[in-house]
């Protein structure tokens, strides 16, 4: 054998030990794949918000000052299903299988502190969901902060979702967001009881922002540990997006709300996110109510898991198709 396939067979061992040892250090210590630690990594480096509260409201008084900008999905997302855009109420709406008619569709709120629209690790998800389920997805991008409170978008959810009730190849409803999104889902279930309106046939939600005004102190514990969420921003933005509303009022911070009326809820939260915390009282509500739930734990798993790309992730949309199926 000759001393360059030596040193290559050396070199292929030596990476094959060291994932090997990264593999085995990543389930002892996080109870993880190597790809959700490596995925973590990479959020603290590039995606953790450091700003300060003064910071991010001085942010968004620049943000308004220059006028809200029109919303495009990534040009490097690649759909595997028609995509078709519209509009409703002077917001856009993206739907993913617009001609599909199995009979279920999804009406998705996205995530972003109130303050961001859909990325293409959103877009990416979905797109896999709609293709294995054969799902219409509508995703509205509601107007955020600072150009609107929540008043307008509930009152254009709750348009949209009457607009799909009456609609005949409509047979089934789930109601699904993440983040601020599934908090907002949420919240929209509960007022759709108060207005005498049909619950959603399914609540999915991913890592829900459930209390805008993080009065918990066990999600504070969480902030150094979380590499996505920075307290002091969704303080901030929780604030603008009230605004003359108490932060507690259950549109706004949907833990404080009546769940009983709420049926077939799936949560899906990580461990090391700060809203953990929160998701367990919520959960514990649900339970107490005799809502049926069903709470996945992402040991060790980060801010909306499902959407990051790693293989708790792959498992974890397998898990909302069972759930979307089964409903």
Known sequence: MSSNWKKTLLIAGAFT?????????????YHRSLSATLVEGALRLFVKDKRT?????????HKKMVGEKTYHIPEQMHFLVAIKKTKFNNID?????????????????????YA????IQHWKMLNKLAQRTNARIIVPIYTVIPFATYHRAYQTLTALYQLLKNDDRVKKIILMGDSAGGGMALGLAESF???????PDSLILLSPWVDITLSNPETKKLDTIDPILNRQALIANGQLWAGKTDRKDYHLSPLFGDVAPLK?????????????P????????????????????????????PILPTWEARNAIQQMIAVIFSV
């Open 17 to 29: 030990g060291l994932s090997t040892a990264l593999k085995v250090y990543s389930q002892l210590r």
């Open 264 to 276: 077939n809820v799936t949560i899906f939260v990580g461990t090391r996110e700060e809203f953990y």
């Open 93 to 113: 709406i993206y739907e993913l299988n617009p001609e599909r008619n199995s009979g279920t569709a999804i009406l998705y709120l996205h995530g972003g502190a």
């Open 278 to 305: 929160d998701i367990l009282k919520l959960n514990k509500k649900l339970k107490k109510h005799g809502v049926v739930t069903n709470l996945f734990h992402g040991i060790g798993q980060n801010h909306i898991y």
């Open 53 to 61: 509260g003064l910071q991010v409201k001085q942010d968004l008084a």
């Open 193 to 199: 009881a108060v207005k005498d309106l049909p619950q």
């Open 116 to 119: 961001a629209h859909p990325t």
